[in-house]
């Protein structure tokens, strides 16, 4: 803790820090909440080694900051005028922390609504900016073909010895691999390249405690150049589930139904933005990011862990059954 005291000196805050506690459950980046006497701030440290450029999270940062003063949670500048500092060899950055409201992980019909709208404001509202001023802050993140590529990779090293008692899931994995050729044909006819949040997953939306309505948009780490797809498919792959993403789990029902309130309500709110290809391809991003998922665990699991925090040594397995319970089920109702 005496390095986040360290961090927050950096920052101009009136009041004297009267508590520090670690929060949340991101997979990378360490958060902390600050307790000052009349208010409670967020602090992050921004994981390195995943975010090589934090650099470009600040430019986007500042850019997205200013654009919309409401979709996003307010974030402190630093002495420097910058929203990241360096302290202890680690990034870090302060925001408010946002009392009143809760980040949804399990949704009833009204709280996945809200969450839909959220990611669509920010659609709409990252509309307004030019796609050239934003980076990938990390390379190739939803780049499918090289998802499979690092999972080939991670089979044939098997460092660890753990393929041999995962054939089951090898399989199925294998199987899927012809998305990556359908997405790379959309591409082909035209999908158009956005700015998109690319981490768009219920628990990066923030709603209100009381009315359970919309209120931030949160986690902009990864927001840059993407097709919408993949933030719709985010929205699909964490709310169609009725089961945590870390649930060790087989078997997942899912309700197309479910699936097509999610799309209406979307269209409604943003629909006039998006290009006939973009409309007709929202489904399919619940496949495509469900199975980049799906490999993403596996992956590490077969590298050793080295990349998600995990809290036991199959929780990567578990989390890659998982997701290809949930695209198995998407696949029987036809989603996609
Ligand atoms: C990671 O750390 P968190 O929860 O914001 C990951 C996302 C995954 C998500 C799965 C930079 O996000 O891509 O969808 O876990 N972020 C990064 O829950 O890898
Ligand atoms: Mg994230």
Redesign the pocket.
């Known amino acids: 803790m005496e390095q986040v005291r360290a961090a927050l000196v950096f920052f101009p805050l009136k009041e004297k820090v009267e508590q520090v506690q670690p929060f949340g ?5 360490e958060t902390f909440r600050v307790t000052t006497a009349k208010q409670e701030w967020l602090l992050q440290a921004v994981n390195t080694s ?2 090589q450029h934090p650099e470009i999270i600040e430019a986007h940062l500042q850019l997205l900051l200013k654009h919309n003063t409401k979709l996003f949670v307010p974030h402190v500048l630093s002495k420097e005028r910058t929203y990241h500092i360096t302290a202890g060899g680690k990034v870090w950055r302060l925001q408010q922390f946002m009392q009143n409201t809760y980040a949804p992980d399990g949704c009833n019909d009204d709280q996945r609504k809200e969450v839909v709208k959220g990611i669509a404001a920010f659609t709409q509202s990252v509309h307004g900016l030019s796609l050239s001023d934003f980076r990938p802050t ?1 390379p190739k ?1 939803h780049d499918l073909s090289d998802r499979l590529l690092q999972y080939e990779k991670a089979k044939a090293a098997d460092p660890l010895h753990r393929l041999k008692s995962a054939k089951a899931i090898v399989e199925k994995l294998d199987q899927w691999k012809g998305i990556a050729n359908r997405f790379e044909g959309l591409v082909r006819k035209g999908l158009p390249l956005r700015i998109v949040h ?2 768009a ?1 219920s ?2 939306v923030l709603l209100h405690q009381n009315d359970n309505r919309f209120a931030k948009v949160i ?1 902009l ?2 927001a840059g150049p993407g097709y919408l797809l993949f933030d719709f498919g ?1 929205l699909l792959r964490s709310m169609l589930p009725d089961v945590r ?1 870390n649930a060790s789990v087989n078997k997942v029902n899912i309700s197309r139904e479910r699936a097509k309130q999610m799309q209406a309500v979307f269209l409604d709110e943003c629909g006039n933005l998006l290009s006939p290809l973009e409309q007709e391809t929202l489904g399919f991003g619940g496949l495509y990011m469900t199975y980049l ?1 799906a490999l ?1 665990f596996f992956t590490d699991y077969l590298m050793g862990d080295i ?2 925090r995990v809290n036991h040594p199959n929780e990567n397995l578990d989390r890659a059954t998982n997701q290809c319970a949930v695209l198995e089920g998407m696949l029987e109702v036809s989603i996609g």
């Open positions: 459950q991101g997979h990378i980046n995943v975010f990390i993140f690319n981490d997953k628990t990066n986690d780490d990864t985010d993403e998922m993403r990349y998600y």
